[in-house]
Nanobody
Framework: QVQLVESGGGLVQPGGSLRLSCSAS????????MGWYRQAPGNQRELVAG???????NYADSVKGRFTISRDNAKNTVYLQMNSLKPEDTAVYYC???????????????WGQGTQVTVSS
């Protein structure tokens, strides 16, 4: 059984910062790519940022230069540092991780429960 638990969401004023965390727990052999997605009301879920097990990163154009994704492999945790937040960043943020629970077992994607980020004055 694998669980992803997110934290760090909340209400922030435009221009402010938040740091999201997502920790994986349970029976874990290896974690490959990890990422953050978001979904605003009426919109499809979209990729915000991703990071491979080697540390290579990619970002949506809308967040480049403002958001930074990082991971701590020893803690099975991925972070999203969000700076210069805008009202259009308001959404539920979800983390995703490709996890293999045992050696030689194919990895599968796991999702967190989501954390609300609201940017408003």
């Amino acid at each position: 059984q694998v669980q992803l638990v997110e934290s760090g969401g909340g209400l922030v004023q435009p221009g402010g910062s938040l740091r999201l965390s997502c920790s994986a727990s349970g029976t874990i052999f290896s974690i490959n790519a990890m990422g953050w997605y978001r979904q605003a009301p009426g919109n499809q879920r979209e990729l915000v940022a991703g990071i491979t097990s080697a540390g290579d990163t990619n970002y949506a154009d809308s967040v480049k230069g403002r958001f930074t994704i990082s991971r701590d492999n020893a803690k099975n945790t991925v972070y999203l540092q969000m700076n210069s937040l805008k009202p259009e960043d308001t959404a539920v943020y979800y983390c995703k991780a490709g996890i293999s629970s045992r050696r030689f077992r194919p990895e599968r994607d796991y999702w967190g429960q989501g954390t609300q980020v609201t940017v408003s004055s």
